[in-house]
């Protein structure tokens, strides 16, 4: 069966650390890994990851696959109080979600 | 552009008692369409998806069942809730496998 697998769990840091959330996966036919954020109720799509080694970017968020490690890496430099949800790796079949790391930024 | 509408917003059902939770999706399609769960701060538990009108696949046996009566509708039921039933539910679609599913803004579900 396939399985994601986050981590931290948890995370608490202050505003303008940066911070590297990890999802690993195990597979028998990947197709994509993704990033969401969630703040109160529906997620929303972050990050869509295919290839192995591309970084993807938006703002102060990035994030790149590793097809060879199974695993992925979110990051944020700068963070800010805005940035405080949980983020969840989904994939690779698109329904499998990782457990998901809350993420708590302090002023 | 597409929109999703999940209600209602918050449950409170005595155990024992019938659910319906419906979802609906405006914009599209013959979307993918997909009902999870999730416990108090934590990931997401895929319950159900659907490819089409009448196709259901089930991924947890539980005390729920799912139907797709129309293209762009979808319902969680259940005949007699139970306490484990409790949770946050997420409606989502997803125009096609490999493209990012799209949330609703979940019901909250309190049994008592």
């Known amino acids: 069966e396939d399985k994601v697998v986050q981590s931290p769990l948890s995370l608490v840091v202050h505003e303008g650390d940066t911070v590297t959330l990890n999802c690993s996966y195990e597979?028998?036919?990947?197709?994509?890994l993704l990033w969401y954020k969630q703040e109160k109720k529906a997620p929303t799509f972050l990050f869509m990851l295919t290839s192995s080694g591309i970084e993807k970017k938006s703002g102060r968020l990035s994030s790149i696959l590793d097809k060879k490690e199974l695993s992925s890496i979110l990051n944020i430099t700068a963070t800010q109080t805005g940035d405080s949800a949980i983020y969840l790796c989904?994939?690779?079949?698109?329904?499998?979600f990782g457990a998901g790391t809350r993420l708590t930024v302090k002023p | 552009s597409q929109t999703i509408h999940q209600w209602p917003a918050t449950l409170v059902q005595p155990v024992g008692s019938p659910l319906s939770l419906e979802c609906t999706v405006e914009?599209?399609?013959?979307?993918?369409l997909y009902w999870y769960r999730q416990a108090a701060g934590r990931g997401l538990q895929l319950l159900f998806y659907s490819v089409g009108i009448g196709q259901i696949s089930s991924e947890v046996p539980q005390n729920l069942s799912a139907s797709r009566p129309q293209d762009r509708q979808f319902i969680l039921s259940s005949k007699k809730l139970l306490l484990s039933d409790s949770g946050f539910y997420l409606c989502a679609w997803q125009g096609a496998l490999n493209q990012p599913q799209h949330f609703g803004d979940g019901t909250r579900l309190s049994i008592l």
């Open positions: 597979v028998t036919n990947f197709r994509s």
């Open positions: 914009g599209t399609s013959n979307p993918n």
């Open positions: 989904a994939g690779p079949n698109d329904m499998r």
